[in-house]
């Protein structure tokens, strides 16, 4: 069974003996659908549109009928994100009116909201500790404790450069996988609370969908580039070091072009700064000129390193800790049903595919 949701229909898609999947049932909605989640044990639909309400649904034992349930008047903007918590019994959502609320789902009442900086692009939930990740188009991610009708903030994470288009808790590991516009995903060590963030580069243009395999330790994402990447998170892996400052290449001490002082005294043009993405260090491109792997930094693809550094990583320290894969579309959306080993993806070509994926997660 797929579901999908067109710009003003809700579709249920079933599998045929053909082997070929064809609609079940659909429902028009009264505005467009931008956003939508499903719980299989309850069986409940819930779908955001750009008017702000929130419709509810209930799918037959069979995927023919959908039954409405609720509609809930949340937001005033475009809903970005719906989440139900079965636990709680909460409808958790955000919009572009730049509102976060959560919803009692049997009462239908509002129970609290929270104004963020800016529009909420990801959202996750941690049951055990009510906490609540926001992830928002200034690149930040922010904690929220929710009570029955209130919520406090707990932190804010930055180190994205670009909006946050995805967001994905591992409940086990207590670990946060954020995904930007700026092509980088970063792993936030919560249960650790040292403050842990490991960067992950392997996508050419945004990130736009994040899923974890809990009983492989594997990441699996998606971009705007069409590809998914599988990661190994079962790996050691290091935090980048952060960027020096120096008025000066840190390896051959030539000045960099807005030191005027020591290029007067030596009588030499200064050059560009660039960054070792091994040691951190600011060096000029002479001393920078190779590049290569390094894959437990994250670095699946090649980048600058300075000299020293080149010469230091070993083949064994090359060795890539993620595969790749073409989806041949530019994804949109992903989902991954970990207990079949199905992904399935939705391009900005309107097309929905399938994957198994049990070759590769495993």
């Not at 073409?326 to 070509?349: A, C, F, N, Q, W």
């Amino acid at each position: 069974m797929v579901l999908s949701a067109c710009p003003k229909t809700v579709r249920v898609w079933l599998k045929r003996d053909s082997g070929q999947y064809w609609p079940s049932v659909y429902h028009t909605m009264p505005a467009p659908c931008s956003c939508m989640s499903f719980n299989p044990e309850t069986r409940r639909l819930s779908v955001g549109m750009d008017n702000g309400a929130i419709s509810e649904f209930i799918v037959s034992e069979d995927y023919n009928k959908l039954t409405p349930a609720r509609t809930y008047q949340a937001h005033q903007g475009r809903v970005t994100v719906v989440l139900f918590v079965l636990e709680m019994e909460w409808i958790l959502s955000t919009a572009q009116d730049k509102t976060f609320t959560w919803h009692c789902s049997e009462s239908g009442q509002q129970l609290g909201s929270h104004r963020t900086t800016a529009w909420v692009s990801g959202l996750q939930f941690d049951v055990e500790t009510r906490h609540a990740f926001v992830g928002d188009q200034s690149g930040q991610v922010t904690i929220l404790k929710l009570e029955q009708d209130t919520c406090s903030l707990v932190t804010t994470l930055k180190g994205h450069t670009g909006s946050v288009t995805a967001l994905c808790w591992d409940p086990v590991q207590r670990v946060l996988f954020s995904g930007s516009s700026d092509h980088s995903i970063i792993m936030w060590d919560i249960g650790g609370q040292k403050g842990t963030a490991i960067e992950l580069q392997g996508h050419r243009e945004k990130v736009q969908g994040l899923c974890y395999a809990p009983h492989t330790r594997q990441l699996i994402s998606c971009g705007a580039d069409g590809g998914i990447v599988v990661w190994n998170m079962d790996v050691t892996r290091e935090e980048t070091p952060e960027w020096l400052d120096s008025d000066s290449c840190q390896k051959c001490e030539q000045p960099f072009f807005w030191n005027f002082k020591q290029m007067w005294d030596s009588k030499k043009i200064g050059l560009r700064q660039h960054h070792c993405r091994k040691c951190g260090q600011a060096v000029c491109g002479k001393c920078s000129s190779k590049r290569s792997t390094i894959p437990l930094m994250g670095f699946e693809f090649e980048v600058r390193v300075c000299d020293s550094c080149h010469e230091s990583i070993t083949d064994e320290e090359r060795a890539p800790t993620a595969t790749f894969h073409d989806s041949k579309h530019s994804i949109v959306y992903m989902h991954y049903e970990p207990t079949r080993g199905y992904l399935l993806t939705s391009g900005s070509d309107k097309v929905i595919k399938l994957w198994d994926m049990t070759p590769v997660v495993s």
